[in-house]
């Protein structure tokens, strides 16, 4: 029979628990109301025909601590008058976390309440929107509230995150902990503390005023008159984007490919560099306004992704050309083409007309499934018959 058990009770109420609503109001202060649970119970037939099987679900029932049952009269024709649940209430907090056996939890947490309130008291707000997380951090919680305390005493501090002293507390504590304590400083730092405009935990230390680990650019200098080191050869350079950005050389055209052999391999061509790429997202680059001066080439993967990185990269640079990128080039590599496992769906709107024809062919899965021509299979030859058709160029 699918009448209405102990543990179905207990469910509905570990809802509640699930959804904060009874850790809320140790927090808040609101009054807790009592509580209506549904219930099913034996209707009119078997409460006749399972007569013994009625009995001991009531007894079972009323003997259940913490809830209190509103009862009915029912006057039945064969087993006669009869005293039946009309519904179940919870009447009290304290009755409701103790059928679902989280005293315990509840104690612990007001410790934490308590602790906030004494010693960051504008994050009690924080508590009653995430008890639940707060309870799993419990343990954390007297360090975390130190970093906030710190970080509120140091404001935008210009260091990096490992330079952060306080006593019992290692750098590698913040680091594991970024998403929550960004969540704690944004409630507690003044507006003027906090760069809003860096997110996540991959911008936490540009927003909130730490130094950020460089990024580096790798590049090689293809013309030996424009070398940035002395004694022969083209040597493999990576400086972070500062650094990178503040070079002061007669380029006039700068390659950038995703192939790290490629890059390697990439031949000697006057007043040009080679870049190595990393795919999505361009902001070592962002600061070398020196860029805009130059022919920029991408060559990328023959493939949505490889679009969608020039896509991006366009956004930041308009006058981005892309190289080797092209219908001939895909089907004269038509023995190697693979397969593209996750293409790109969204419309790439920095794409020239060929470019987006190119890529709508390969989205619409219109030359097979999935088609893709990674740049490594492009052949040396073709690579440098294209090098040398770019005006002004000869290999």
Excluded at 4 to 16: G, Y
Excluded at 214 to 226: E, K, S
Excluded at 306 to 313: K, S, W
Aim: aromatic content about 10%; glycine content about 8%; hydrophobic content about 40%.
């Amino acid at each position: 029979m699918k009448w209405t058990t102990a543990a179905d009770l207990k469910q509905q109420l570990m809802h509640l628990w699930q959804r904060g609503e009874l850790l809320r109001p140790l927090v808040t202060g609101h009054v807790w109301e009592s509580r209506r649970l549904s219930f099913r119970g034996p209707d009119t037939a078997q409460l006749s025909e399972h007569f013994e099987m009625v009995r001991t679900w009531l007894a079972q029932l009323s003997g259940i601590d913490g809830i209190r049952i509103q009862w009915r009269e029912v006057n039945h024709r064969v087993v006669g008058m009869q005293r039946l649940p009309a519904s179940i209430w919870v009447d009290s907090l304290e009755e409701a976390i103790g059928l679902i056996g989280k005293d315990g939890e509840v104690r612990r947490f007001k410790v934490l309440l308590e602790l906030t309130r004494q010693h960051q008291p504008l994050l009690v707000e924080w508590l009653g929107a995430r008890p639940l997380l707060a309870v799993e951090l419990e343990q954390h919680w007297p360090s975390l509230l130190a970093v906030v305390t710190w970080l509120t005493e140091h404001q935008q501090p210009g260091i990096y995150l490992r330079q952060v002293d306080i006593p019992g507390i290692h750098s590698k504590f913040i680091e594991r902990h970024k998403s929550v304590l960004g969540e704690l400083f944004d409630l507690v730092l003044p507006e003027q503390a906090v760069a809003r405009q860096y997110k996540g935990a991959s911008q936490f230390s540009s927003r909130y005023g730490f130094l950020d680990k460089p990024t580096g650019v790798r590049f090689r200098v293809l013309d030996q008159h424009l070398a940035l080191l002395p004694g022969p050869g083209l040597p493999d350079i990576t400086l972070d984007s500062t650094s990178f950005a503040q070079l002061e050389m007669a380029v006039r055209r700068v390659f950038v490919t995703e192939n790290e052999t490629n890059f390697l391999a990439f031949p000697p061509l006057p007043d040009a560099i080679v870049i190595f790429g990393k795919g999505y997202g361009w902001e070592a680059l962002k600061q070398a306004d020196w860029l805009a001066h130059c022919t920029i080439y991408y060559w990328g993967d023959i493939d949505t992704h490889g679009f969608a990185i020039l896509d991006q990269l366009r956004r930041r640079f308009g006058h981005v050309e892309s190289l080797l990128m092209d219908r001939s080039t895909l089907d004269a590599h038509a023995q190697y083409w693979g397969r593209e496992e996750r293409q790109v769906m969204h419309d790439l709107p920095c794409l020239t007309a060929e470019e987006r024809a190119l890529f709508d062919l390969l989205r619409d899965n219109r030359l097979g499934g999935g088609v893709r021509l990674e740049q490594e299979y492009v052949g040396y030859r073709w690579v440098m018959a294209a090098l040398k058709q770019l005006s002004g160029i000869s290999g």
